[in-house]
């Protein structure tokens, strides 16, 4: 099991930064991929940004590219999402995910383990 704790969240203008942990614990050795979603009202949950564990290539959303970065602490067992230039479409929950599934990973059917989110609201 892995369990996934995010924080960070928050009310910020357009324009501002944030940046969002997640703290993992459990039996995270057996996580290949650790990603960050977000939904927002009405809409599905989505990609946002996503890297192996243990190192290997990031992968972005268009929206967020360039605006993003996903990073990790491996002492501190902790993901990061550090965002900036927010707009009003970045306007949702965020969800810490975890994926012990082999290979590339972008669904959200293929993370088994997610945090219970934390709230993003970006006003114009």
């Known amino acids: 099991q892995v369990q996934l704790v995010e924080s960070g969240g928050g009310l910020v203008q357009a324009g501002g930064s944030l940046r969002l942990s997640c703290v993992t614990s459990?039996?995270?050795?057996?996580?290949?991929?650790m990603g960050w979603f977000r939904q927002a009202p009405g809409k599905g949950r989505e990609l946002v940004a996503a890297?192996?564990?243990?190192?290997?290539?990031?992968l972005y959303a268009d929206s967020v590219k360039g605006r993003c970065a996903i990073s990790r602490d491996n002492a501190k067992n902790t993901l990061m999402l550090q965002m900036s230039d927010l707009n009003a479409d970045d306007t949702a929950v965020y969800y810490c995910?975890?994926?012990?599934?082999?290979?590339?990973?972008?669904?959200?059917?293929?993370?088994?383990?997610w945090g219970q989110g934390t709230q993003v609201t970006v006003s114009s």
């Open positions: 459990g039996r995270t050795f057996g996580a290949s991929t």
């Open positions: 890297s192996g564990w243990s190192g290997g290539p990031t």
């Open positions: 995910a975890a994926s012990i599934t082999r290979g590339p990973v972008t669904t959200v059917d293929q993370f088994q383990y």
